[in-house]
């Protein structure tokens, strides 16, 4: 840096005056202020220059180009704020001690809070590690409210009591358990696992909390370990017993009892038996050890209502219903009345009697069947002249839509029942259009062709305003299998009947014809 020597001129009674000082100045020897110094940038000194204040520079504040200083040699060092905190970085801008007027006193540990002083004493973030004064201390009585600590390598921290090993506690008389909430959870790697709880009115409670984790019960059978008994909790808790149960007051069941290999219920040197329901009401199968014979009983006084013999036989005291099915497996389900066996149903699904011609399906006009739905037909058998057996398979009733060959007319009340392949046509005609035509009077659209061998039909017909020289219609003819002419009597002789004979605006004919279907 260039220093420039004041001028003369700006130096009054060996005082510089105060105007401008544009340049960089030196002054050897002390210089003197009478007032305030203000600088407008930097006080920058060499090392080992040193700021002194006081009257015997008491206080001195300095940089030895290793380290910087602020020394006091007289009294006391007070460094004091009045409107905020004492801030001590041992880096810059990360806080090492922080002194909050009226409150805390912070220690920090790489500008995190560690220890803090307030008006209940003092907080420790984190572990607290200190080495005891003498080599045995024979109890801590007070430690106040630490968040954790440490003892070898069990921490204490909050409600939490954690080892890094195995954690054994050994005492000379009972370990209690004492939860006021009533629940005491185990956990692995602090996931809950079950727990045991007090459920209310005396009642303890074991829980499984992982979904459908089993329950086991485990044990040491001549040195090899067992399972002796599993709850299945994908399975409603479904109980398997290894080496099954024994139960000295009975055993009350509400559901299903199953067994994989079998059920056995063993009476000693007695009858076996098992009861079902209370003593009042109840049921009891009972295994007859002499005669080997199985029953059922009733405790109302009935008695026997079942039993099986040796052979399988069952008897049955009353009356047997099914609100589903009867099933007999490999052989034929045959059902007897007063000892006598009247019918069978047999493999190939059919029902028939023990003996020919000797059943009959219904009982009489006033106990009768009321529908009979079939799949099939029914067959008759070869007899009043039939040489062989027949099957009505088919019956219909409904309607159809007669239409004319020649004009239009109008129909009404066309119906028909169809009987095997006779069928009964019935319908109304009035209003034909062509009155004059010498064309035959056909009607088509018949509902169902006609027999190619035997088109003739039988006829009844009534009708009104038709020419009066007719005698009579006699009879229906099928000109192809689905068109039918009227034959009838006139004056002329026998003749088809034709458009023309129905001259009337009135004519009307009622129909009703039976032929056979192809």
């Known amino acids: 840096m260039a220093y420039t020597l004041v001028p003369t001129e700006l130096i009054q009674d060996g005082a510089v005056t105060s105007a401008k000082l544009d340049t960089n100045i030196a002054i050897s020897g002390t210089l003197s202020v009478g007032g305030v110094t203000t600088l407008a940038t930097h006080l920058v000194m060499g090392d080992n220059d040193k700021i002194k204040i006081g009257t015997g520079g008491d206080l001195e504040i300095y940089h030895d180009a290793s380290n910087s200083y602020i020394a006091n040699s007289t009294g006391n060092l007070y460094i004091g704020d009045t409107n905020g905190s004492v801030h001590i970085q041992a880096k810059l801008n990360e806080d090492s001690i922080v002194a909050t007027a009226d409150g805390a006193v912070t220690l920090y540990y790489d500008n995190a809070p560690k220890l803090a002083t307030s008006s209940a004493g003092v907080t420790v973030t984190g572990a607290l ?7 045995a201390q024979p109890n801590i009585t007070s430690v106040g409210t630490l968040s954790a600590l440490t003892v070898d390598d069990i921490t204490i921290n909050g409600s939490t ?8 506690l050994d005492v000379a008389g009972n370990i209690n358990l004492d939860a006021d909430g009533g629940t005491i959870s185990l956990k692995d790697g602090g996931t809950e696992f079950a727990f045991l709880a007090h459920g209310g009115s005396d009642k303890l409670s074991i829980k499984a909390t992982i979904q459908d984790a089993d329950i086991g019960f485990f044990g040491n059978d001549g040195g090899g370990e067992i399972t002796a008994l599993t709850l299945d909790m994908s399975n409603a808790g479904l109980a398997t017993f290894n080496a099954g149960a024994t139960f000295g007051a009975g055993i009350d069941v509400t559901g299903t009892i199953t ?15 098992l009861q079902v329901g209370s003593d009042t009401g ?21 008695g026997e209502v079942l039993n099986f013999d040796t052979s399988g036989n069952a008897t049955f005291s009353g009356i047997v219903t099914s609100a589903d099915f009867f099933k007999a497996t490999g052989a034929n389900l045959k059902f007897s009345a007063g000892g006598t066996h009247v019918l069978n149903i047999d493999l190939n699904r059919k029902i028939y009697p023990n003996t020919h011609n000797s059943t009959d399906l219904g009982h009489s006009s006033t106990l009768a069947f009321r529908n009979l739905y079939l799949a099939g037909g029914v067959v008759f058998d070869a007899v009043a002249g039939n040489a062989t057996s027949n099957t009505l398979d088919d019956y219909e009733e409904g309607t159809w839509t007669p239409t004319l060959l020649t004009g239009s007319g109008t129909f009404t009340g066309a119906t028909y029942t169809k009987v095997g392949r006779i069928v009964t046509c019935n319908f109304i005609v009035g209003g034909i259009t062509n009155r004059t035509s010498s064309a035959a009077f056909v009607i088509e659209s018949l509902p169902f062709a006609a027999y190619s061998g035997d088109r003739a039909a039988t006829l009844g017909c009534l009708s009104r305003n038709i020419s009066s020289g007719f005698a009579s219609f006699d009879s229906a003819y099928f000109d192809t299998a689905t068109r039918m002419s009227f034959y009838t009597t006139s004056t002329a002789g026998y003749r088809q009947l034709l ?11 009622y129909v009703a014809v039976t032929y056979m279907a192809a």
């Open 161 to 168: 009591i954690s080892d890094a090993g195995d954690l054994t």
């Open 129 to 135: 590690a200190a080495t005891l004064s003498t080599a």
């Open 499 to 509: 458009h023309s004979d129905l001259s009337s605006t009135n004519s009307t004919m």
């Open 259 to 273: 067994g994989d290999d079998g059920l056995s219920i063993q009476g000693g040197t007695g009858n076996a038996y």
């Open 282 to 302: 109840s049921w009891t199968w009972k295994n007859y050890r002499s005669s080997h014979k199985l029953a059922l009983e009733d405790s109302d006084g009935t």
